[in-house]
């Protein structure tokens, strides 16, 4: 049943074939008018028949010599996809939509072997060979293993989601063999877990999994994977193997929520959420994320140091918004608030600390042989902490530009007057965040 609804059709997949066809020709085409040495090449999942039905992108290389310039290379797939945006990388690439796909034109290096890689994209020649002639056969099991993936939210090596990418499910189906044989491993998977299929990676790794790439075995094919989305991946395995289910694959999706849900659920966690929104930066968002959760440790450092406890946060974004949830357990806090000093006796200590704190309303007196004061705090309200303090804070270079720029905070019900679907649907996963963890 799962195959059926994730396996490409044989229209689907001529379909794919003759597309991605007539694009390499149309740039090797303009190549050879212009005397460009270049070969191009489809690559990806689309390349070695391990793409999910209804998955509509293409990866298409355009490969130079080792001492050409990329920039030939570009200014082809400018030409290729006239209605383009142009995104960077490692080096900038166009993104297109042509013949009903989402394409992306990548300029890269022919060289030699992986060992002599000029940029980071052109050992992605050297993964479609490599899968491509042991995958045969397998496809099923790697479509299996995504779809799986997908139905836990763990797919998608991007820093948003940072969890397993479709070159890491296809070396793991080769690994161990099959769908079911990946679930059973990595039910007992551990922080630390290394995998080596060629076994000649020695290189040290810290990340929680550790997958030696065949073709550059200084690389870990996992490094994008954080320790949450591979403990929660080994979870969604053990359920599944205690009690198989289709919702694994395809788990209900989750509705916006309503006015009324919203408040329900501030009432009966008696927290108060508190939002900071702006304006997204315009940067991918493989830049944007890792921005966002750093500036997400940084306020609620900022909110703990004040005094205020947080029950838990997060981040998102919708349309062309950025926005910081924090959960408040502690949101107000009294006036009066403790400063402790130096122990009694060490005088030269103590001389400085009371001129630093020269009008407490109590104070000076002696605690567990620490001298303390009581004096008035700055902020009460984590509220207006944020909003007097988030554009001092040192964010990252795109998100302090962004919310100098101008920024609203929502705390409470004041939530309700942010009508977007996508922010609503944001707050569904959040309040009702519940993942099958064995």
């Not at 070396?171 to 063999?177: A, D």
Request: with cysteine; proline share 6%; glycine share 8%.
């Amino acid at each position: 049943m799962v195959l059926g609804k994730v396996r490409p059709g044989l229209s689907d997949k001529k379909r794919i074939m003759e597309t991605s066809a007539s694009i390499i020709d149309r740039i090797e085409d303009l190549a050879r008018v212009r005397g460009i040495s270049l070969h191009a090449m489809l690559v990806g999942s689309a390349a070695r028949g391990t793409w999910l039905s209804g998955d509509h992108d293409l990866d298409i290389f355009l490969g130079v010599p080792p001492n050409d310039d990329l920039g030939a290379a570009l200014e082809i797939a400018r030409l290729v996809a006239p209605v383009h945006e142009e995104k960077y990388a490692e080096h900038a690439y166009v993104h297109a939509r042509m013949d009903g796909f989402e394409v992306d034109l990548v300029p890269c290096y022919l060289v030699e072997d992986a060992a002599h890689l000029k940029s980071a994209v052109d050992r992605t020649p050297f993964h479609t060979k490599y899968v491509g002639s042991r995958i045969i056969g397998r496809e099923d099991e790697v479509l299996l293993l995504k779809q799986f993936m997908k139905g836990a939210n763990v797919y998608g090596s991007e820093l948003k989601v940072g969890g397993f990418s479709g070159y890491l499910t296809e070396l793991l189906v080769l690994c161990y063999g099959s769908f079911a044989a990946v679930l059973q491993a990595a039910s007992a998977w551990r922080p630390g877990q290394r995998l080596d299929l060629e076994r000649h990676g020695i290189e040290k790794h810290d990340e929680p999994l550790i997958v030696v790439d065949p073709v550059d075995p200084g690389r870990n094919v996992a490094a994008a994977l954080t320790l949450d989305k591979m403990l929660l991946f080994a979870g969604a395995a053990r359920s599944f193997l205690a009690e198989p289910k289709l919702d694994f694959f395809f788990p209900p999706s989750q509705p916006p929520l309503s006015d009324e849900e919203i408040i329900a659920r501030i009432n009966e966690r008696g927290t108060m959420p508190i939002l900071l929104e702006f304006a997204a930066p315009d940067v991918v968002e493989d830049v944007l994320y890792p921005q966002l959760r750093k500036a997400e440790g940084s306020i609620n450092a900022l909110l703990e140091r004040s005094g205020f406890s947080l029950l838990r946060s997060d981040v998102s974004t919708y349309r062309d918004r950025a926005v910081m949830l924090f959960e408040m357990q502690v949101w107000q806090l009294s006036k009066a608030c403790p400063r402790i000093g130096p122990p009694a006796w060490e005088a030269e200590h103590l001389a400085r600390f009371l001129a630093a704190h020269p009008a407490p309303f109590s104070g000076p007196y002696i605690a567990n042989g620490k001298v303390v004061v009581e004096e008035a705090r700055q902020y009460t309200s984590a509220r207006d902490l944020l909003a007097e303090e988030s554009a001092n804070l040192s964010l990252g270079k795109h998100l302090s530009a962004s919310i100098r720029d101008g920024y609203n905070i929502y705390a409470g019900q004041e939530l309700l007057g942010i009508k977007d679907e996508g922010f609503r649907i944001f707050l569904a996963h959040y309040f009702r965040a519940k993942f099958p963890i064995g």
